[in-house]
Structures are given as structure tokens and as C-alpha cells.
């Protein structure tokens, strides 16, 4: 690989591509959609359709992708959280759908582990619900949860993502949040593949599950999916696409065009259809490739890691060790991150560690990789 091929409506804004081996990132651009789902979208972008009956039609095909009672495509994973807690607060009533993000008369609190706390879940509190913690920030203990529920309770959030921390485990989640008569809402952006987990939360009993669709669902980059249980569904649906009431409700700025709709679909069940083995050596014999090239440097171990849930597709990951002596994982993001093309790579786990990630490697793009690495680690 020679001259990075840079497309022309990023050369007229002066953008320059970059080679993305830190996985499905929102900042560097989510997925790349395949040519079936952007035929897709172009064709959805020739015809003016009733918007109402073309988000039920998608919404089934999300449901029965995620064996749920009903399905909906969102703006993305962070705006089905929206539509989650929207959802748990003001139910199929009108009145409390229009008065939101005013919470007066409503149960607004979600309860959530210490430990889970992420970047994205300010989400949740969009539409006016209070994030209420309980354990401590590394566990949390079954009475931890049970003595959290007041009155007010309207939801248990829970998380799952790379390096987040399980806490009470979703099943005993459920368990506690059931017997109290709350749903459990589940953020699981980032957890496809593998395909099984579309439907597996659903299946072990979580009231909403809401995925990003623009990650390894190769949607785009601003849609995500949402499947759960009817009552709420339908509540989430009255928060999102209320389109005759005469006051939007909160969703409104989260709206989903019709070509992202479409586009959605397309991706979804070309992925249903995707050999997922196949695509999981592919992303295997890339790391392989790189972790050869990277082989015998003194005071670095590198090892192809492969942990579900924490690591996304087995993957180079570059440890630095006791005596080593060249750069610092810092300054070896840096050199890549400012050479051409730049290359970004991830940032490890819980260490100071390199991760590269295979799930957006073009083909061929592995070689230079392992070519700039080795250059900016000797
Ligand atoms: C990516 C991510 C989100 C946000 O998803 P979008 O589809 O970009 O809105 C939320 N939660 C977690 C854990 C994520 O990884």
C-alpha cells in the first residue's frame, strides 16, 4: 500500500482519511457500510413515504431480529437510552409524554451500579430522569440494589461494554429489579458480534435492549436499534414519533430519516446473513500478520487477545514491559497518530497497553500497520 486513497468529498473539504485500527469509534467514524446498504439508502432517498408506517415496518424487522414483542430503529444507541428511560417514566400516557423533560407526577429514577457509569449514560437523564447509584465502584452486593428502590424508582439501567464492570450480572439484575415490579434497561452499543446477543438479553428477561447500529452492525453511523417488551415499546414509540400531536416530544431532535431507516434494515439483515466465523478468522489472520512482524522485541509481549465482550475480535495487544526501554505507549500512539495516513490504534485496557484492532482493517492496510509500528517502536 502506497497512496492512501482519499475520496474526493473529503479532499474538497480538505478531510483526510485515516487508517482505523481503534475499532467501531464514534470519532473516527463508526463502521463502513457495505455497497448493498448504501444501494439501500439511495434508493429510499427517491420516494416520499408516510414516516409513521415506514418506522412500524423497519421496527418489526428490528423485532424479529431481536426476538422481541416490537423493535424500533433510533438515532443511535444513545438515543434508544433517551427512549428507554423516557419510556420507564411516563409509560403510553399523552400527557406525561408531552410534559417531558418536566418529571412532576412521574417515578424518574433509574438505578444503576457505581461501577457502570459511562460516558454515554447521561443519556438516560435526557428526558428528566435522575441517575440514582448503588454499590461500589468495582462491586456490588445483591442488598446494595434491593435497598436502592423507592417510590420513585422507574428503571434499573444496565451496561455491558469493554472494560465495564459487571457487577451484580444481568440475570441477578433482573432477578431483583422483577421482584420489585421495575423493568431492567440495557445499554449493549457495542455487543455485536457476536448475532446472538440481539436476542439473548431479551431472551433472559430485560425489558429493553438498545443496540448501536452504525458499530459492527455496519449501519449507519447515526442509527442504532431498539427492541423490547409491547407496553414500553409503545411508550417509546409515543417519545419518539408522535408526529400528530401538536407538541414534538423529547425524541424529536433524535429523529431517524428515511434513509438511514432503510439503510438500517438493509444492514441488519445483510448481517443476520454474514458468516460471522468467517469474518472473525479474517479479522484473526490480519492480527497474526502484525503480531509475526512484531516478534522478538526486547521488553514488549505481544499477544493476540481474544476476550469477549472487553475485546473486540481477536486482536494484537502490545504490552510493555518491565525493561523495555524505547517509547512510551503514549509517544507510539503519537507517532502513528501523526504520520500519513494516520494510523489510530487503541488504547488498551485497564494498563497502558497498545491494542490493534482488527474489525475496520481494510485489506492490506494490516501490512502498513505493522510496517509504521515496528518503525516509531525501534
Ligand atoms: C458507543 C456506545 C454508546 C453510544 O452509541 P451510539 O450508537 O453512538 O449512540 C452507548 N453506550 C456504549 C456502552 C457504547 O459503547
Same mark, same amino acid.
Given at each position: 500500500?502506497?497512496?492512501?486513497?482519499?475520496?474526493?468529498?473529503?479532499? #474538497?473539504?480538505?478531510?483526510?482519511?485515516?487508517?482505523?485500527?481503534?475499532?467501531?469509534?464514534?470519532?473516527? @467514524?463508526? $463502521?463502513?457500510?457495505?455497497?448493498?446498504?448504501?444501494?439501500? !439508502?439511495?434508493?429510499?432517498?427517491? *420516494?416520499?413515504?408516510?414516516?409513521?408506517?415506514?418506522?412500524?415496518? *423497519?421496527?418489526?424487522?428490528?423485532?424479529?431480529?431481536?426476538?422481541?414483542?416490537?423493535?424500533?430503529?433510533?438515532? &443511535?444507541?444513545?438515543?434508544?437510552e433517551v427512549?428507554?428511560a423516557?419510556?420507564?417514566?411516563?409509560?403510553?400516557?399523552?400527557?406525561?409524554?408531552?410534559?417531558?423533560p418536566?418529571t412532576? @407526577? !412521574?417515578?424518574n429514577?433509574v438505578?444503576m451500579?457505581?461501577?457502570?457509569?459511562?460516558?454515554?449514560d447521561g443519556a438516560f437523564q435526557v428526558p428528566g430522569a435522575r441517575i440514582?447509584?448503588?454499590?461500589?465502584?468495582? $462491586?456490588?452486593?445483591?442488598?446494595?440494589?434491593?435497598?436502592?428502590?423507592?417510590?420513585?424508582?422507574? *428503571?434499573?439501567a444496565?451496561?455491558?461494554? =469493554?472494560?465495564?464492570?459487571?457487577?451484580? &450480572?444481568?440475570?441477578?439484575?433482573?432477578?431483583?429489579?422483577?421482584?420489585? @415490579?421495575?423493568?431492567?434497561?440495557?445499554?449493549? %452499543?457495542?455487543?455485536?458480534? =457476536?448475532?446472538?446477543?440481539?436476542?439473548?438479553?431479551?431472551? !433472559?428477561?430485560?425489558?429493553?435492549?438498545?443496540?448501536?447500529?452504525?458499530?459492527?452492525?455496519? @449501519?449507519?453511523?447515526?442509527?442504532?436499534?431498539? %427492541?423490547?417488551?409491547?407496553?414500553?415499546?409503545?411508550?417509546?414509540?409515543?417519545?419518539?414519533?408522535?408526529?400528530?400531536? =401538536?407538541?414534538?416530544?423529547?425524541?424529536?431532535?433524535?429523529?431517524?430519516? #428515511?434513509?438511514?431507516?432503510?439503510?438500517?434494515?438493509?444492514?441488519?439483515?445483510?448481517?443476520?446473513?454474514?458468516?460471522?466465523?468467517?469474518?472473525?478468522?479474517?479479522?484473526?489472520? #490480519?492480527?497474526?500478520?502484525?503480531? +509475526?512482524?512484531?516478534?522478538?522485541?526486547?521488553?514488549?509481549?505481544?499477544?493476540?487477545?481474544?476476550?469477549?465482550?472487553? +475485546?473486540?475480535?481477536?486482536? =494484537?495487544?502490545?504490552?510493555?514491559?518491565?525493561?523495555?526501554? &524505547?517509547?512510551?505507549?503514549?509517544?507510539?500512539?503519537?507517532?502513528?497518530?501523526?504520520?500519513?495516513?494516520?494510523?489510530?490504534?487503541? &488504547?488498551?485496557?485497564?494498563?497502558?497497553?497498545?491494542?490493534?484492532?482488527?474489525?475496520?482493517?481494510?485489506?492490506?492496510?494490516?501490512?502498513?500497520?505493522?510496517? +509504521?509500528?515496528?518503525?516509531?517502536?525501534?
Amino acid at each position: 500500500m502506497t497512496e492512501q486513497h482519499w475520496p474526493e468529498v473529503y479532499k #474538497k473539504l480538505g478531510v483526510k482519511p485515516v487508517i482505523n485500527a481503534q475499532s467501531w469509534v464514534t470519532s473516527l @467514524g463508526g $463502521s463502513l457500510m457495505r455497497p448493498e446498504v448504501l444501494r439501500a !439508502m439511495d434508493e429510499a432517498a427517491t *420516494a416520499f413515504v408516510d414516516m409513521k408506517e415506514l418506522n412500524r415496518a *423497519a421496527g418489526e424487522i428490528v423485532a424479529r431480529a431481536c426476538g422481541s414483542d416490537m423493535g424500533l430503529v433510533t438515532a &443511535g444507541c444513545a438515543a434508544a437510552e433517551v427512549l428507554m428511560a423516557a419510556a420507564c417514566m411516563t409509560g403510553v400516557d399523552e400527557a406525561n409524554v408531552e410534559q417531558l423533560p418536566d418529571t412532576t @407526577g !412521574m417515578k424518574n429514577e433509574v438505578l444503576m451500579f457505581k461501577g457502570q457509569r459511562n460516558r454515554y449514560d447521561g443519556a438516560f437523564q435526557v428526558p428528566g430522569a435522575r441517575i440514582v447509584e448503588f454499590g461500589h465502584v468495582d $462491586s456490588a452486593l445483591p442488598y446494595h440494589l434491593e435497598s436502592a428502590f423507592t417510590d420513585q424508582t422507574c *428503571a434499573v439501567a444496565y451496561v455491558m461494554g =469493554p472494560f465495564i464492570r459487571h457487577g451484580l &450480572g444481568l440475570e441477578k439484575t433482573i432477578e431483583i429489579a422483577h421482584a420489585h @415490579g421495575v423493568p431492567v434497561i440495557v445499554d449493549a %452499543a457495542a455487543e455485536v458480534p =457476536p448475532r446472538d446477543n440481539l436476542s439473548k438479553f431479551i431472551k !433472559m428477561g430485560a425489558d429493553m435492549v438498545a443496540f448501536s447500529g452504525g458499530k459492527g452492525l455496519g @449501519g449507519p453511523q447515526s442509527a442504532g436499534l431498539l %427492541a423490547g417488551r409491547q407496553n414500553l415499546m409503545e411508550a417509546a414509540y409515543a417519545n419518539s414519533l408522535n408526529l400528530d400531536s =401538536p407538541k414534538a416530544a423529547i425524541g424529536r431532535p433524535m429523529k431517524v430519516s #428515511k434513509e438511514n431507516l432503510v439503510g438500517m434494515v438493509a444492514a441488519l439483515e445483510l448481517y443476520m446473513d454474514t458468516d460471522e466465523i468467517a469474518m472473525i478468522d479474517e479479522w484473526r489472520s #490480519k492480527a497474526s500478520y502484525i503480531a +509475526r512482524k512484531l516478534e522478538g522485541i526486547k521488553g514488549l509481549r505481544v499477544v493476540i487477545e481474544d476476550t469477549p465482550v472487553d +475485546r473486540q475480535g481477536p486482536q =494484537p495487544v502490545i504490552y510493555f514491559e518491565r525493561d523495555w526501554t &524505547g517509547p512510551s505507549p503514549a509517544v507510539v500512539r503519537q507517532t502513528l497518530l501523526d504520520g500519513n495516513p494516520s494510523i489510530r490504534v487503541g &488504547g488498551g485496557g485497564m494498563r497502558d497497553e497498545i491494542n490493534v484492532v482488527m474489525v475496520n482493517v481494510q485489506d492490506g492496510e494490516e501490512q502498513l500497520i505493522a510496517e +509504521r509500528l515496528l518503525e516509531a517502536l525501534t
